[in-house]
């Protein structure tokens, strides 16, 4: 089983849609989440960190569920901008300081 | 100017040939990271540094080699080259355990 896994998609949706992304993990003891963005051929850029208690950032919502061990990413109200891979990175088993990167969930937002 | 620089940005060589990738930040991190990616699969760990004095190894080492020569700088070596290792490497930097990771540009290489 991937430590980290994410539906590659795409997702093709259209403008000013609401899409979800779930990204399941494998290590209970994690203790640090994020989502990265990457446009295509970029470097992953920090989209939000997750806390257990849930985080927004404008249009974006990050939620932690430990008890089934996935966490989410709800975009709302898509723009052509969304566009991009978004990463799932969870932090490693035996480590705080290594980061599990998921393959990604590849997003289209279509006018 | 970026946090994180990598060069070159792009390289283009031969089976065999020694190549080193370079990597400098000016966030002041003690920990540093190469990475390479390939289509259709995560981010894999190659080495990582805490310190100067710091090497250790990541997922897929075998074939790489690094030096950490100062705090901001800490390079990617390819001994000898092989096909494939035709990829894209990203070096990256943190500040402490459980803290996001922050990227250079990407050094796109390509091994004939």
């Known amino acids: 089983r991937k430590e980290v896994e994410q539906d590659p998609g795409p997702f093709n949706v259209p403008e000013g849609a609401t899409v979800a992304f779930n990204c399941t993990y494998s290590?209970?003891?994690?203790?640090?989440f994020f989502w990265y963005r990457q446009d295509c051929r970029k470097e992953p850029k920090l989209l939000m960190s997750?806390?257990?208690s849930g985080n927004e950032d404008g249009r974006f919502t990050a939620q932690l569920n430990r008890a089934s061990q996935y966490i989410s990413l709800l975009i709302r109200d898509s723009k052509l901008s969304d566009s991009a891979t978004y990463l799932c990175?969870?932090?490693?088993?035996?480590?705080?300081?290594?980061?599990?990167f998921g393959s990604g969930t590849r997003l289209l937002v279509r006018p | 100017d970026a946090d994180v620089t990598q060069t070159p940005r792009n390289r283009i060589t031969k089976t065999g040939k020694r190549i080193m990738l370079e990597c400098s930040q000016t966030?002041?991190?003690?920990?540093m990271y190469w990475y390479r990616q390939d289509p259709g699969l995560g981010l894999r760990l190659i080495y990582y540094?805490?310190?100067?004095?710091?090497?250790n190894k990541g997922e897929i080492s075998d074939g790489y080699s690094v030096s950490r020569q100062a705090q901001a700088k800490f390079s990617l070596s390819l001994e000898s080259a092989i096909p494939n290792q035709t990829a894209l490497y990203f070096c990256?930097?943190?500040?402490?355990?459980?803290?996001?990771?922050?990227f250079g540009d990407g050094t796109r290489l390509s091994i004939l």
């Open positions: 990175v969870v932090n490693d088993e035996d480590s705080s300081y290594k980061l599990i």
């Open positions: 290590n209970s003891a994690s203790q640090s």
């Open positions: 997750v806390y257990s």
């Open positions: 966030k002041g991190h003690d920990r």
């Open positions: 540094s805490f310190d100067v004095k710091d090497i």
């Open positions: 990256a930097t943190a500040g402490q355990d459980n803290q996001p990771q922050h």
